[in-house]
Nanobody
Framework: QVQVQESGPGLVKPSQTLSLTCTVS???????????WSWIRQPPGKGLEWVGA???????YYSPSLKSRASISRDTSENRFTLQLSSVTPEDTAVYYC???????????WGQGTQVTVSS
């Protein structure tokens, strides 16, 4: 079975860069042509917001509202991918999830989520 798990600091100061890692087991981010690997977040009291995604060919896609600040990359040797979000503000405070998705029925594997708080 496929499992994904987020990791990274839970507290980030304003203006700094948020960096999270998603470790994948049971699948290969480098050779799976049928899925993409996404970051989704949920601010407190709000709905889910798609942040961006990366494919097995390392193509990246981002939410228009975050495109200027977000960067997704991967480390195939460790079978993991990362999110970097620069110049963070308190509005970036959220639970961040990584997930595996496809073009047909959405996301089939989710991490448990990790809380990230932006505060000084």
């Amino acid at each position: 079975q496929v499992q994904v798990q987020e990791s990274g600091p839970g507290l980030v100061k304003p203006s700094q860069t948020l960096s999270l890692t998603c470790t994948v087991s049971g699948d290969s981010i480098a050779t799976n042509y049928h899925h993409y690997w996404s970051w989704i977040r949920q601010p407190p009291g709000k709905g889910l917001e798609w942040v961006g995604a990366i494919t097995s060919r390392a193509n990246t896609y981002y939410s228009p509202s975050l495109k200027s600040r977000a960067s997704i990359s991967r480390d195939t040797s460790e079978n993991r991918f990362t999110l970097q979000l620069s110049s963070v503000t308190p509005e970036d405070t959220a639970v961040y999830y990584c997930a595996r998705g496809n073009d047909y029925d959405g996301y089939d594997s989710w991490g448990q989520g990790t809380q990230v708080t932006v505060s000084s």
